[in-house]
């Protein structure tokens, strides 16, 4: 008697997406740790110092986080109004955040009072960041002005007032002390030198500017707002390069990864979108349950922190390749359990193979037992539906092969229906489940025509259904219509060759040697 073969499940491919060393790099991270902060996460920031801690700026407080603390290890809390912008200095030792009071200030990583305030301004100060000489502030407020302050002076050396609308974002040079550069609602982003009393270049992003970056060489500046994600030359003198629009609503941050061939970009419609800087395309997105105002990544990609709306703070860390060894504790009788798995027999042994026990599935067992009906129904169970469709889908092949798909359909109750129905509706339309279940689904329809308009619920699903197929029939047909177009056009486009005729005459063919008889001459009289 033969054995009993199980119904064979086919391999479909995926229709998910493709999985490229990117996906591979930016999926490496752990769960993410979520801390509650007390209002909106404007700003985070990372010292470029180990252990590179970061500040969160959220409401009137500046929380700094160590790489792997829940609570935090610092907490500037002498703000009377909302904070924003905490950014560290080049050493670490430093921390500068503006304020909806108007006032700047200036503390120590260390300590808990402010070192300096400076006052000047006479709104609130969103921008606030450290030049590359580590001695200077510089700012920009909502009273239209940023401002260069001397630090151990805590005094004011230049003011200027060329924006005519809020400035909200701003970025110093690494390289070079005198340049900054200022984004502002007025849509223009505007590059200062220390040295001279105006700007030096204005760029026009076209949208209110919410983030500004610098490459590493300072040579590309990337600018954000509205949908938009600009990158410009400062060495062409600001000439334009790219424009980005893959997010549905106002990005509101951006950064660079620790290698600066990665930018990232986070957005109110609750996505960070990585980017190749090289083809600048999308190479991978993260997803977030809130509108995201700040991320951030720690200088090694350690870390990545993202700030919400909702005063969420998510924080993904790097998996270290010792966690992905699972390291399992064996009992002593394992031993004795793999004893002589691993011999090979010699050339005169005699070998007697144990028959193995054949571990069916639950479909397979009835089918087993010719149960077509309980076969089909174990199929549908609700969680193999919905994650492993090719399973139902496999085992109506099977019924149809055997010729008993029409009796594991018929003599169910107005349930037992709609739960077909269901099935069919949500992977009809599939193309690698299309040509099993259009079958399964005519059957149906032969079986229950007579007790249609018995059953509201199985009526209103066969309309969905019917809906289904009408609206996927006029999506082939377009299809249809555009590959015939699409086959003109390619048409057109191919060079015309003439067939080879040598010897033939182009009218009627006939070898111009032959004697034809000539066409009788018509004279007009």
């Not at 909502?142 to 401002?147: G, I, K, M, N």
Request: overall charge positive; charged content about 25%.
């Amino acid at each position: 008697m033969a054995s009993f073969k199980p119904t064979k499940i086919p391999v479909y491919p995926k229709l998910g997406e493709k999985v490229t060393q990117d996906t591979l790099y930016w999926k490496n991270y752990k769960a993410p740790v979520q801390i509650k902060e007390y209002g909106a996460v404007s700003s985070i920031d990372f010292s470029p110092v180990a252990p590179h801690n970061f500040a969160v700026t959220a409401f009137t407080r500046i929380h700094v986080y160590g790489p792997f603390s829940q609570e935090p290890v610092k907490s500037f809390t002498k703000f009377k109004d909302t904070a924003y912008c905490g950014r560290f200095r080049s050493d670490g030792q430093l921390l500068v955040a503006g304020c909806e009071d108007s006032k700047v200030r200036l503390f120590d990583v260390d300590g808990k009072v402010a070192l300096r305030m400076f006052k000047g301004h006479t709104k609130a100060v969103h921008v606030t960041d450290f030049t590359a000489d580590r001695y200077h502030i510089v700012t920009g407020s909502d009273d239209y002005t940023c401002r260069l302050w001397d630090v151990p002076n805590a005094a004011e050396l230049s003011v200027y007032q060329e924006h005519t609308d809020y400035i909200r974002c701003g970025v110093t040079s690494k390289l070079n002390k005198d340049l900054f550069i200022t984004g502002s609602y007025d849509h223009t982003v505007k590059l200062f030198d220390v040295r001279t009393e105006k700007s030096v270049m204005v760029m026009e992003h076209g949208q209110p500017v919410e983030s500004l970056l610098l490459y590493p060489s300072e040579g590309l500046l990337v600018s954000a707002g509205g949908r938009c994600v600009k990158v410009w030359d400062l060495l062409k003198g600001g000439q334009p390069l790219v424009s980005l629009k893959n997010h549905h609503k106002t990005v509101t941050s951006l950064c660079l990864s620790s290698c600066g061939q990665r930018l990232l970009t986070a957005s109110l419609d609750r996505h960070v979108k990585v980017y190749n800087t090289t083809t600048y395309k999308v190479v991978h997105n993260f997803d977030y349950a809130a509108s995201i105002l700040s991320v951030a990544l720690a200088p090694d990609d350690a870390s990545i922190a993202v700030g919400m709306t909702n005063g969420i703070l998510s924080v993904k860390h790097r998996k270290n390749p010792e966690d992905s060894k699972e390291v399992q504790r064996r009992r002593p009788t394992y031993r004795v359990y793999v004893k002589g798995k691993n011999y090979v027999p010699k050339q005169d042994d005699f070998l007697v193979s144990k028959p193995v026990k054949q571990h069916l599935a639950s479909y397979d067992k009835q089918l087993k037992k010719f149960n077509v009906s309980l076969a089909f129904d174990a199929a549908l169970q609700k969680w193999t539906r919905h994650r492993s469709p090719e399973i139902p889908v496999a085992v109506v092949k099977e019924l149809d092969r055997r010729g008993t798909l029409k009796n594991a359909l018929a003599g169910r109750d107005e349930k037992a229906v709609s739960q077909i129905l269901n099935f069919l509706i949500g992977n009809m339309v599939d193309p690698r489940f299309a040509p099993i279940l259009v079958k399964a689904a005519e059957m149906i329809l032969d079986i229950y025509q007579p007790i249609i308009g018995q059953s509201p619920v199985v009526d209103r699903q066969l309309l969905r259904l019917q809906d289904l197929v009408e609206r996927e029939l006029d999506y082939q047909l377009e299809l249809m219509e555009v590959l015939g177009m699409l086959d003109t056009m390619f048409a057109s486009c191919l060079p015309k060759k003439e067939l080879p005729s040598a010897g033939l005459s182009r009218s009627n063919g006939v070898t111009e040697g032959e004697n034809s008889a000539p066409a009788p001459l018509v004279q007009a009289t």
